[in-house]
């Protein structure tokens, strides 16, 4: 996918873009049109970008670091309609921000965190919804949780009660330019039979307070796999809103 320019016609095309792929994609794997959507993904881009994606219809955005995407936010409190979610890394000293401020966060991946998470959620604001990370390549320089970690802390979080369990989240390992088709779709795979485990393990009828029903997978250069899959949200960043500067993020 080619970088776009920063330019909010270009956002505005590039969402357009983005949805034909996805709906292209869930035609294939012949899944229902609305089994999975875009979260744009709007690091280190500004307000600006944002409100112009938003316009086109985009309602659901990611955000990385925490500083920025506050900023964002109140920039943009105008459009209440907005979903933020936060899917970077988290510090204990950064929990109550995220829980005052986020619809969803999607990098769970230890039990201090999830604590604080609801520990500090406004009751107001109703639960947050969470997947948990998971490591799925075992890859050392990557977040989350092991596979073989994944049901202790499922089962913490699930007691929590001001968070809601959503589903999983994974960043594969790239895969090399050869590889095939069954390798693209691996780790895909096994995210998804750890969410159906998860499934089988807690019923909706026994566990109303979760909701196990996402997988949050696949980015620019793999949606089409992490769709065949499963995918529930795939996170676009540089297909919508082009190369990140990196410049400015502290």
Not at 131 to 156: D, F, R, Y
Request: proline letters at 4%; hydrophobic letters at 45%; a negative charge.
């Amino acid at each position: 996918m080619t970088a776009v320019p920063d330019d909010e016609a270009c956002v505005t095309q590039c969402i357009l873009e983005a949805r034909a792929r996805l709906e292209k994609a869930l035609q294939t794997s012949k899944r229902n049109a609305d089994s999975a959507q875009v979260l744009a993904v709007s690091k280190t881009k500004p307000a600006t970008l944002v409100r112009a994606a938003w316009q086109s219809g985009q309602r659901a955005f990611g955000e990385n670091y925490l500083q920025e995407a506050l900023d964002k936010q109140q920039a943009l409190s105008d459009l209440t309609d907005i979903e933020w979610h936060f899917i970077g890394p988290i510090q204990s000293n950064k929990t109550r921000a995220i829980a005052e401020h986020f619809a969803w966060v999607h990098t769970v991946e230890r039990e201090k965190i999830a604590r604080r998470l609801s520990e500090q959620r406004p009751d107001e604001l109703g639960a947050l919804d969470v997947c948990l990370q998971v490591n799925i390549s075992g890859e050392a320089s990557k977040a989350g949780v092991t596979p073989q970690e994944l049901l202790a802390l499922a089962e913490t979080v699930i007691a929590l009660p001001g968070l809601r369990l959503r589903g999983l989240m994974a960043i594969p390992a790239p895969c090399a330019a050869d590889a095939s088709d069954a390798e693209r779709h691996a780790p895909f795979c096994q995210l998804r039979e750890l969410l159906e485990q998860l499934q089988a393990r807690f019923p909706a009828a026994s566990y109303p307070q979760a909701r196990l029903d996402t997988l949050s997978m696949g980015m620019s250069a793999d949606l089409e796999a992490a769709v065949a899959e499963g995918a529930t949200l795939v996170r676009l960043g540089t297909a919508i809103f082009g190369a990140r500067d990196y410049s400015h993020v502290h």
